[in-house]
């Protein structure tokens, strides 16, 4: 079971980007990566998927504008966020899960606040 810890969370400006790192404490060839958000007062809710054969899926309120991709030399998962909207401040959290076993890992999360 990988342990996962989140970085590059900070402030933005609306329109501006913001890459996450998700980066593994092993190999995660195998394993489905997932990022997810929890706004204050919210549940958490599925941002971007990236499965081990290469295919990625997106909510639709961040379609366009975040792209999940995954560095499998280096055990860690990326979220370029683009034109950020207010509405996209929460914690980020890197979810890994392993299909095989079942087992899954998450980050400790990483603040995303979008703000003038």
């Known amino acids: 079971q990988v342990q996962l810890v989140e970085s590059g969370g900070g402030l933005v400006q609306p329109g501006g980007s913001l890459r996450l790192a998700c980066a593994a404490s092993g190999s995660i060839f195998y394993n489905t990566m997932r990022w997810y958000r929890q706004a204050p007062g919210k549940e958490r809710e599925l941002v971007a998927t990236?499965?081990?054969?290469?295919?990625?899926s997106y909510a639709d309120s961040v379609k366009g504008r975040f792209t999940i991709s995954r560095d499998k030399a280096r055990n860690t998962v990326y979220l370029q966020m683009n034109s950020v909207k207010p509405e996209d401040t929460a914690v980020y959290y890197c979810?890994?899960?392993?299909?095989?076993?079942?087992?899954?890992?998450w980050g400790q999360g990483t603040q995303v606040t979008v703000s003038s």
């Open positions: 979810q890994s899960w392993l299909p095989s076993s079942g087992f899954s890992s």
């Open positions: 990236s499965t081990s054969g290469g295919s990625a």
